[in-house]
C-alpha cells in the first residue's frame, strides 16, 4: 500500500512540474509572439491554472487516496472465505 503511495505522490509532484514549466514556457511564448498568439497563450494559462486543469488536483488526491484504502480494505476481507 506504502508503495502505491508513493507512486501516486510521485505522479502528483510530476504533474505540478509540468504545469508549471508548462505555464513558464506559454507566457514567454505569448510574450515573444504577442497579438492574437498571446491572447491565446493567456487564455490557455488561465484554463492550466487554479480555474482550470490544476484547480481538480486536489479532488484527483483525495478520490485516488480514497480508492487506494477502499481496495486495501476489500483485499484483505476477500482472503477469509466466507460464503
Not at 39 to 53: A, C, E, F, N
Not at 57 to 79: C, E, N, R, S, Y
Request: positive net charge; without cysteine.
Amino acid at each position: 500500500m506504502f508503495n502505491a503511495l508513493q507512486g501516486l505522490g510521485y505522479g502528483i509532484i510530476s504533474f505540478a512540474i509540468i504545469i508549471g514549466v508548462g505555464s513558464v514556457v506559454l507566457n514567454k511564448l505569448g510574450n515573444a509572439v504577442g497579438g492574437t498568439a498571446n491572447t491565446t497563450v493567456q487564455y490557455l494559462l488561465t484554463q492550466l491554472g487554479s480555474g482550470g486543469l490544476a484547480g481538480w488536483t486536489p479532488a484527483i488526491i483525495a478520490l485516488t487516496v480514497g480508492m487506494l484504502f477502499i481496495g486495501a480494505f476489500l483485499v484483505g476481507k476477500g482472503g477469509k472465505g466466507s460464503y
